[in-house]
């Protein structure tokens, strides 16, 4: 069964920095791109961030680049990202996604971060 | 990147049909064949429901079939069931390993 599961969201200040973790299981992690998408509370899905199974491709959507990272460790099955400059309209539900083709065919529950002082 | 038109809200009786409109740009919906829609339930994950416009995933009903005419996608939920009360996502690739998602629908069962 596939599973993916998101941790490290919290509370943090403006301007202050979180790592965020997807821990993958039930299928060859090396082999699937994936991805990061965002929900703000009461919002709708923003895509965030991709990447390619052996990190050669990435990309970020305009509202995050510069301050945010995404990476990979396919040898733990693991995809991260790292937010810096955190600002409060960052605030969201940040789920990590699997990449079937073209879409997204699986999705962890998500991680809350609530950007506020 | 804008994000795709959906209306706020769509309503229907059990046994009704729904669509779901999504509008992009030539550079989005309309450059490619590739939309997709989820459904989301309050405090769940979204789960994908048609990719490639018409495409159903294993284990999707029937009774969900998606279109697309122009830049203008669209989701149609057939028999009505009370469990299909969600909000749908419809969502685009835009070329260059970017995506767009519209801002979601909520499907009211009456």
């Known amino acids: 069964e596939v599973q993916l599961v998101e941790s490290g969201g919290g509370l943090v200040q403006p301007g202050g920095s979180l790592r965020l973790s997807c821990a993958a299981s039930?299928?060859?992690?090396?082999?699937?791109?994936m991805n990061w998408v965002r929900q703000a509370p009461g919002k709708g899905l923003e895509w965030v961030s991709y990447?390619?199974?052996?990190?050669?491709?990435?990309y970020y959507a305009d509202s995050v680049k510069g301050r945010f990272t995404i990476s990979r460790d396919n040898a733990k099955n693991s995809l991260y990202l790292q937010m810096n400059s955190l600002r409060a309209e960052d605030t969201a539900v940040y789920y990590c996604?699997?990449?079937?083709?073209?879409?997204?065919?699986?999705w962890g529950q998500g991680t809350l971060v609530t950007v506020s002082s | 990147q804008s994000a795709l038109t959906q209306p706020r809200s769509v309503s229907g009786s059990p046994g009704q049909s729904v669509t779901i409109s999504c509008t992009g740009t030539?550079?989005?919906?309309?450059?490619?064949?590739?939309v997709s829609w989820y459904q989301q339930h309050p405090g769940k994950a979204p789960k994908l429901m048609i990719y490639?416009?018409?495409k159903r995933p294993s284990g999707v009903p029937d009774r969900f079939s998606g279109s697309k005419s122009g830049n203008t996608a669209s989701l149609t939920i057939s028999g009505l069931q009370a469990e299909d009360e969600a909000d749908y996502y419809c969502?685009?690739?835009?070329?260059?390993?970017?995506?767009?998602f519209g801002g979601g629908t909520k499907l009211t069962v009456l």
């Open positions: 039930g299928f060859t992690f090396s082999s699937y791109s």
């Open positions: 969502c685009s690739y835009a070329g260059s390993y970017t995506w767009v």
């Open positions: 030539s550079s989005d919906v309309g450059g490619y064949n590739y």
């Open positions: 996604a699997r990449v079937r083709a073209i879409d997204f065919d699986y």
């Open positions: 490639d416009v018409t």
């Open positions: 990447i390619s199974s052996s990190s050669s491709t990435i």
